[in-house]
């Protein structure tokens, strides 16, 4: 059996460069067995914004106990949408009953108030910000008020599993203009590189699904077909590869 390589990746994007170790693995995978790799990836960018945007005084107002960014439709990716059903199939009873609950509770107070139905070509006075249809979409979900399944006493209760999106979202404006979305201005940090992004377009390349997003309500309605194209294995090496050209400039070497 071949053994599992130690690597060391070196990748830049523009403003930021990383130098780290990786083990590859011997044996063929699926797509997801990067995404703890993406994931601290996006925690080490999320880090350097936010210390840039203090120096700068900007400091990130987002902190525990805001989950004003949780009440909207917060778009992952399908590898992620597998992850975390997954994670909810291996959690402990009865906890996993509790968040299928608030999950079931969350798409059917969705469809019956007509938001996803709605083409919302029309502008909604209370959302003066909300301009195209896709925002006057995420404001009319807002208004709902939803809480993401995983929400628990306003903090995030999958914190090291969260996805890449919500880690990549670091806002500097007051906290209380986020409880006002679309109604108030709310400054984001546009971070050098989407890694949601990377991983979207990598699993389209790989395993052949829809470059897209899904709101994380919807995670555990994953269509069978596209678990099955996601659990799908391929060569470690191929895959790291193909995820370091979507994101940047990139060149892998032995470890020392």
Known sequence: M?????????????????????TVPSEPAPVEIWLPFLQALASQLSAKAQETAAAEGQPVSCTKGCGACCRQPVGITLVEARALARLVAHAPEPRQGEIRRRFADGVARL??????????????????????????????WFALQIACPFLEDEACGIYEDRPLVCREHLVTSPAS??????REPVDR??????????????????????ARTIPLMFAL??????HDALAQPHDPRQMLETLLGEIGEWRIEPAP
């Open 2 to 22: 071949t053994q599992a390589a130690k690597i060391r990746v070196h990748l830049r994007t523009e403003g930021w460069a990383i130098a780290a170790g990786l």
């Open 189 to 210: 940090i546009e971070l050098p590189v989407r890694l949601a992004d990377a991983l979207m377009r990598t699993a389209a390349k790989l395993a052949g699904v829809e």
């Open 111 to 140: 469809r019956v108030s007509g938001v996803l139905a709605s083409d919302h070509a029309d502008p909604a006075p209370e959302f003066p910000l909300a301009v195209t249809s896709q925002q006057r979409l995420g404001a009319a």
């Open 221 to 226: 309605s994953l269509t069978p077909e596209a």
């Open 177 to 182: 203009a986020c409880a006002r979305l679309f």
